[in-house]
């Protein structure tokens, strides 16, 4: 157990809907990291925040967004689903950036 | 974009046998850590070894770092069919933004 955790584990929606996805860093990681795995493009770093800030972006489509709340919980916002979105959404925790990243169990999401 | 080689994309190998695979990247790190996936699950963290560092041990795991090549190794020694899992490298891009570039990874089988 990373101690990182992320809800809902498994998500079944339907085009053009829109659902969050939600993460709790393990206890004083004050970075919070959303990474995407697909078969296609294989584990893709999404969006970085720290201390309720973002600091980097990646591969994130405009559809996306996320945000990280004074507790340090984070969300990310998909919507305007798409059938391609269907994947694995992991959130990483960190105390800093040079320090590892500990991974939650991930949310399985399922475009139909 | 992924900046990590892994080498080779499957291994199958008895227990008890020693298991090598092998990363390449493109840019100068920070840092670059190893993770396990059992099948569709969660990422484990697995070692994290620095620039400045050449080789780092944790328990059956050996992980060497040549920066002049721009390559790392993860030997797993003694295999047991529990290894069986996809590895994956990730690097921390030196001077860039705090996130994990992955490799594509390799498949592990290990066989009873």
């Known amino acids: 157990d990373s101690g990182v955790t992320q809800t809902p584990k498994h998500l079944i929606t339907a085009t053009g809907q829109r659902v969050t996805l939600r993460c709790s860093p393990r206890s004083g990681d004050l970075s919070v990291y959303w990474y995407q795995q697909s078969l296609d493009q294989g584990l893709q770093f999404l969006i970085q925040y720290y201390n309720g800030e973002e600091r980097a972006k990646g591969n994130i489509l405009e559809r996306f967004s996320a945000q990280q709340f004074p507790d340090l919980h984070s969300e990310l916002n998909l919507s305007s689903l798409e059938l391609g979105d269907s994947a694995l959404y992991f959130c990483a925790s960190s105390v800093n950036g040079e320090s590892t990243q500990y991974f939650g169990p991930g949310t399985r999401l399922l475009v139909l | 974009s992924q900046q990590g080689e892994e080498d080779p994309q499957a291994l199958s190998i008895q227990e008890g046998e020693n298991a090598t695979m092998n990363c390449s990247y493109k840019t100068s790190i920070n840092n670059l850590q190893w993770y396990r996936q059992n099948s569709g699950r969660g990422l484990v963290h697995l070692i994290l070894?620095?620039?400045?560092?050449r080789e780092k041990h944790s328990g059956r795991l050996r992980v060497t770092l040549d920066t002049s090549k721009k390559s790392s190794s993860l030997l797993i020694t003694a295999s047991r069919a529990a290894d069986t899992a996809s590895y994956f490298c990730a690097t921390v891009t030196q001077g860039g933004s705090e996130k994990l570039v992955f490799g594509k990874g390799t498949k592990l089988t290990v066989n009873p």
């Open positions: 070894i620095r620039s400045n560092e």
